[in-house]
């Protein structure tokens, strides 16, 4: 599951579980990081996000949002989902945004891993 054949930077594992082509080189089906204003408790700040798209019938795989401050040390239990959309092709898009906003903490990043 580690080969690459379309080259396009995404292993066999990550185009089967963001529901890929492994044969049509994309780098639009990567997960996509941004800052979005998210109302938490009554209160509306920035948050750091990651979207993906999930695969909803790899039952086999586990999909991980983790955060780092440091892009050292990753941390696989802090982020929590916001949206979960189902579209209608066998996909569902995630959207998890980091536990504390950016004016507490700005210095944040996201991940997706995925494993089997």
């Given amino acids: ?3 690459d054949p379309d080259n396009d930077g995404l292993n066999n594992l990550m185009e089967y579980a963001l529901a890929s082509n492994p044969t049509v080189a ?3 089906d990567l997960p996509t990081g941004e800052t ?13 996000t990651i979207t993906f798209r999930r695969q909803l019938a790899a039952t086999d795989l586990t ?3 983790e955060l780092s401050g ?3 040390t990753w941390n696989s239990n802090t982020a929590i989902q916001v949206t979960s959309t ?5 996909t569902a898009t995630e959207v998890w945004r980091a536990h504390t906003p950016l004016t507490t ?3 944040q ?4 891993r995925v494993s089997n």
Avoid: H
């Avoid at 979005?36 to 750091?48: P, R, S």
């Avoid at 189902?86 to 066998?90: L, V």
């Fill in 105 to 107: 903490d700005p210095r």
């Fill in 70 to 72: 440091n892009l050292q």
């Fill in 86 to 90: 189902e579209n209608g092709d066998g």
């Fill in 36 to 48: 979005k204003l998210i109302e938490v408790d009554g209160i509306t700040n920035a948050y750091l």
């Fill in 109 to 112: 990043f996201a991940r997706l």
């Fill in 1 to 3: 599951m580690a080969d």
């Fill in 26 to 28: 994309s780098r639009s």
């Fill in 63 to 65: 999909y991980t949002a």
